[in-house]
């Protein structure tokens, strides 16, 4: 193994420097190997300038620091690649263009740290003969084939923290405090941190949800003395039978504003007469400095990925598995996307604590 | 001194706790003196159950907590109390009622811990005989007649906190982010938390904006080779002469969503070529354990007021000055509002490490 | 399943108030049955007044709180306890008296909270009968049959904000800092934080140092411009060939002090003459509020811990595999403890990014 | 003003890079001046390659970074420069060499960001012509003339973290914790923290303290019901009457150990039959990113320095007075150095609220 290159695709995650920084390290101090950076994703390859060689200095002091040096891809898919033409966008193919790119360039391998999507593209390219090695990075652990990726520890960090701020507001106004958190498709961040923030009611994607239930619940727990509530919502969570809503209070139909789930929640609570308030956690989520997990999780799927590379692994992405790090193939990982398992002994665990997920019948 | 009664005002900061133990152990341990808690406000006076005894067993463990286990009134002024009356909210004043049921319970003082809103009509409750003592607290800094409250600090960490994690997601994505902040009238949170956390552009009530101002500034920065910027934004700041704004980009005029300013500077910026997002902190900045600094300052106030309760100094509010806790009439302290000086070497520093407030002429 | 009782025993562990909520909310809500408290650990069943009912107002807001409400045992093995007897301290056997006194109580399950010596204790209690439940509980991560137990996330995030913090000094100092931290058997508190961390030198108790491999490591450093380095070590860290050192410098012998093995390998660092300084993180470690991730597995264990008993699982205690909680025996989990497996990918990945154990041959 | 140099001596504080970061900020924007870095303090003036150029590249992203940039010196006394002549360490005088050294570089200003020591040395320097302005910093906040400097706040905030943490472990296990901070001279740090941490005893040096009033207020404390107490001792903090300490158990004569006043404080209360445990915080309490406070100080400090060198106030240093940044002479603010005023309101607080400061008689 003589020459390989790095790069980052999709949004953002805390790690991704730690990623690169193992990658680095030990591609040069095992392996002897030259490494390459990729600027903002596959682009990077055919940008000018996009290419250009990481040594040990390029990396020293990123480990604790959010972000990626490497920035990344605002029109990622080379397959589908947004460009202007004649003042209008338009979408064009320029995965032959990267294929040939990477190829002059002598890459022994190309890890790519990314997401769902970045992984989809890495396959296809994996397919025209690019030798790639996959790193999975998601903030919403919504991706396959792993227990768990870099970024979610973070993301739960920060969520369980604003909870607990949310909580002592909640506790002394006597409201019903409403946190909107990431994940449009998987709920595991409105899960976890849910149930470590001590939340009342968990709304996840995966589990659609009856506004009236909510309401049994706040009123349930004021029936008890306890005069609050804390709601933790998945940006991604759906009432049962879609959008639309109607509530009665007195004469007047209720009609949700404009807005993500979380003021829609909020207000619905509003109008049955308990005082509610949202905030939506949003970018917070996913910048700053990783948590001291994420760091050592990072830190070993770099390394893994230029083990894989050395050992010809190529289609593979590497995976936590039972504290193990483990290489799995992108394809079976890709599979089937992540969700959280309603049946599982987590899921059963909330409710038995009195966590109510919208769904009861009362 | 043998009795004496305190209670919390207005929404919750930080500290409150510490406030509260501070006068419970001060005025046990130091006069052995009784200490009655007054639940949600003024209106604990006239409720039922709504005054109760506080002894050392009472605030132990509360130091570190946010929040008040004194709850804080909805319906605080007891001049302009609101009621339902026959299906219709009207307002009626109360205020008699309360300084009877005061006058009944044979206090030596009654401490309140509140913002602006409450701090004045405990004025107007002293001028009506009630021996009370302020002790002066806001998150946003805006009461008169001390260098600083408790709540601030810990406010101000936590959008400091929120302005580093955004930064490495601006930096990797090449974003503006915008960070909507506390602060209706004054800007303290945004400027001390955006110097602190390396805001390129920072907008408060006291300094009215323009947009293009800060499209400059974002302009600026590219062509310096810094593609992203991050803004700290008051959630009471305003653009010079009022809320329409009109813009164009090509044939399209711009006509801002409704939401608050965090998202019409966001979208202005959008509209105009570079890609932005806002977060709204929110309640997230009030809640949660108080930072050291603002533990020691509540408890200082506290004990203070304990003392100038037996000093007899009613009509009067604990305040720091030169890092000594003192004591200023009310009516002094509450004449001016507190804002942002303009001309302060607060602000000049600012200008001069290159933030801008979005006023310069370019 | 009518009655059971919960205690914690041995150090305490951020997350065991997480389990002992857990534990009572879930017995109360999915079970309809009663909790009983004991406490200091297995003393407590046979001390006045030391088992007392646990109602769900009892675990109330206790979610994020470090310790343990029920308090630790002292002298926790009641096989071996010791007392004091006409001026001297003697050990005695009352585990007939603690066993009678829980058959007393009709207790359906005792859930155990507790680490390798509590977990041992209580499996020779189930061999008499005691209707055992197991919660392991460490904060060094060496409890076999589980991935990880609550408690090593929070120490891990301490000890890596440590190692943060001494960076930014040895850097600026050009010094060599040295941080002892938790692990008499096991190094996973050192391995982990000095991976996540950025330390140059981990001393690990599975993987006896040379001195000279350290002094090696350090001056390599200064060599190639890094004039500081970090070193995390383990207190159970010990040199190749037992705890004698001599080492010459000019004609001085060198004879280390008293103290930790920290303190020892700062010494000698200094006597080789680079400026070094010692850190003991001692008991910061294993106090205060659990992370997110800690009050997630706790909240799974104690709720799994409860459906454990319900289904008769004596002997067993909770464990996490793969992402998912199950139940192991007793038997099976303390056979064999648990170690740093000096072959994993984990050590590997740590010596690839250029990590010195200080036993590599110069 | 065309030309300023720019260094940092003695220890390092969070908050230094703000410093230096808003130096050069203001200094290129507001004067266009140019800057120069000194590395190791005024050592580099006279070093080779000692002095370099500080552009706005240089200061970029180092704003939330703890430690300098610029190194600090070890041997910083040009008065009394250490060096190695004939394998023995003698004492020299190189001011001269710095001055001259100084005014080869036709320097506007020399900003010194230091400690006591530091200071001391410029204002010397200064009458020998050097145009100095001072930026005070000192973690123990032991420097006159200013109401705070920056560094203390983070060291606080890392000092009350910590006794949140010990206060769990001292309530589960029925302990007495002692933790040991830094304060040679001043016990602000223990002070402050102790306070915002809800220590129970506070030893400080400016407070010489019995041993036995420490039994006293243990003992109290258990009688009262608190099986555990946290005490928070500077690493100056002295016994009345020096260090001899006589204290019986039983017959034997109870001699301390060899090690800080922390860990005889606590084998003195071991020896009295109280459980006990020493933590020592060390470096951890200057290290690391600052806080919010700290770096909103430090700043503006870096941009009254550049204004104060601009007017001519050679020989001051920049202060914080009353929430205002204004500048002292540096004569004025070395001449007494600052002690915590055992009559202030802080410490009649403190005693107020319970606290023990070991002087008091039973």
Not at 133 to 161: M, S, Y
Request: aromatic residues 6%; contains cysteine; neutral net charge.
């Amino acid at each position: 193994m003589k020459r390989i290159a790095v790069l980052t695709g999709g949004g953002d995650a805390p790690g991704l420097n730690a990623v690169i920084r193992a990658v680095v390290k030990t591609a040069i101090n095992d392996y002897g190997c030259e490494v390459l950076g990729v600027q903002d994703g596959y682009d990077g390859f055919i940008a000018p300038g996009g290419v250009f060689p990481l040594d040990l200095a390029a990396v020293r002091g990123i480990l604790p620091r959010g972000g990626t040096i490497l920035g990344t891809a605002n029109r990622g898919n080379p397959f589908a690649r947004k460009v202007m033409q004649d003042g209008k966008e338009i979408i064009i193919d320029v995965s032959d263009k990267v294929v040939a790119a990477i190829k002059a360039l002598n890459l022994d391998a190309v890890i790519v740290i990314g997401g769902d999507g970045t992984l989809h593209v890495s396959m296809e390219l994996c397919d025209k003969g690019v030798p790639v090695i996959g790193v999975p990075k998601t903030i919403d652990n919504d991706v396959g084939g792993t227990e768990v990726t870099f970024g979610f520890d973070t993301a739960l960090t920060i969520a369980t923290e604003a909870l607990d701020r949310l909580h002592t507001t909640a506790e002394s106004h006597h409201r019903v405090m409403v946190l909107e958190l990431m994940g449009r498709d998987a709920g595991f961040i409105a899960l976890h941190a849910g149930v470590a923030g001590g939340a009342d009611i968990i709304l996840i994607p995966e589990i659609p949800f009856r506004y009236d239930a909510i309401i049994h619940k706040v009123r349930q727990r004021v029936e008890r003395g306890s005069h609050f509530s804390l709601v933790a919502v998945s940006e991604g969570a759906k009432p049962l039978g879609g959008g639309q809503v109607f509530s009665r209070r007195g004469d007047a139909v209720y009609v949700p504003r404009l807005g993500g789930i979380g003021q829609e929640v909020a207000e619905y609570i509003n109008a049955q007469g308990f005082e509610s308030r949202v905030t939506v956690l949003g970018h917070i989520q996913r910048g700053g400095t990783p948590t001291a997990f994420d760091r050592w999780l990072a830190t070993r799927y770099g390394a893994a990925a230029v083990r894989a590379a050395a050992a010809g692994r190529f289609g593979h992405m590497v995976a936590l598995h039972n504290a193990q790090v483990i290489t799995v193939p992108l394809r079976e990982a890709l599979a089937v996307p992540k969700r959280v398992n309603v049946d599982s002994d987590a899921v059963r665990t909330a409710r038995g604590i009195g966590i109510s997920f919208g769904d009861e019948n009362n």
